[in-house]
Protein backbone atom coordinates (compact mmCIF):
# COMPACT_ATOMS: atom_id res chain seq x y z
CA UNK A 1 0.00 0.00 0.00
CA UNK A 2 1.31 3.21 -0.88
CA UNK A 3 0.92 5.98 1.75
CA UNK A 4 2.11 9.90 2.36
CA UNK A 5 5.42 10.69 3.57
CA UNK A 6 5.49 13.10 6.88
CA UNK A 7 7.94 15.60 6.32
CA UNK A 8 8.20 18.34 8.62
CA UNK A 9 5.04 17.86 9.32
CA UNK A 10 3.89 18.28 5.98
CA UNK A 11 2.39 15.19 4.22
CA UNK A 12 3.58 14.28 0.90
CA UNK A 13 2.24 12.48 -1.62
CA UNK A 14 4.41 9.29 -3.16
CA UNK A 15 4.71 10.93 -6.82
CA UNK A 16 6.50 13.80 -4.98
CA UNK A 17 9.23 11.79 -4.90
CA UNK A 18 8.80 10.41 -8.41
CA UNK A 19 9.00 13.29 -9.89
CA UNK A 20 12.75 14.38 -7.77
CA UNK A 21 13.74 11.21 -9.08
CA UNK A 22 12.58 11.68 -12.37
CA UNK A 23 13.72 15.14 -12.61
CA UNK A 24 17.39 14.08 -10.94
CA UNK A 25 17.43 11.67 -14.15
CA UNK A 26 16.71 13.63 -16.88
CA UNK A 27 19.06 16.26 -16.05
CA UNK A 28 21.65 13.46 -16.59
CA UNK A 29 20.04 11.40 -19.69
CA UNK A 30 19.54 15.46 -21.17
CA UNK A 31 23.28 16.51 -20.13
CA UNK A 32 24.41 13.07 -22.08
CA UNK A 33 22.24 13.67 -25.19
CA UNK A 34 23.18 17.76 -25.38
CA UNK A 35 26.75 16.21 -25.24
CA UNK A 36 26.22 13.46 -28.32
CA UNK A 37 24.41 16.40 -29.86
CA UNK A 38 21.43 14.68 -30.58
CA UNK A 39 19.25 17.94 -28.70
CA UNK A 40 20.51 19.49 -32.25
CA UNK A 41 18.67 17.02 -34.04
CA UNK A 42 15.26 16.43 -33.31
CA UNK A 43 12.55 18.72 -34.44
CA UNK A 44 11.37 20.29 -31.41
CA UNK A 45 13.94 20.00 -28.63
CA UNK A 46 11.04 21.21 -26.01
CA UNK A 47 8.56 18.57 -26.94
CA UNK A 48 11.08 16.03 -27.10
CA UNK A 49 12.44 17.10 -23.54
CA UNK A 50 8.43 16.59 -22.16
CA UNK A 51 7.95 13.80 -23.39
CA UNK A 52 11.37 12.15 -22.39
CA UNK A 53 10.78 13.41 -18.73
CA UNK A 54 7.53 12.31 -18.78
CA UNK A 55 8.36 8.46 -20.31
CA UNK A 56 11.21 8.50 -17.46
CA UNK A 57 8.45 9.93 -14.57
CA UNK A 58 6.09 6.50 -15.53
CA UNK A 59 8.58 4.21 -15.84
CA UNK A 60 9.73 5.18 -12.11
CA UNK A 61 5.85 4.76 -10.94
CA UNK A 62 5.81 1.73 -12.64
CA UNK A 63 8.90 -0.38 -11.54
CA UNK A 64 8.57 1.44 -8.02
Known amino acids: MITEWNVGGVFMA?????????GAIFAGCRFVL??????H????????????????????VRFL
Not at 14 to 22: M, W
Not at 34 to 39: K, W
Not at 41 to 60: G, K, N, Q, T, Y
Open 14 to 22: PIVAYVILA
Open 34 to 39: ARIGLL
Open 41 to 60: RVWHPALFEVALFLSILSLL
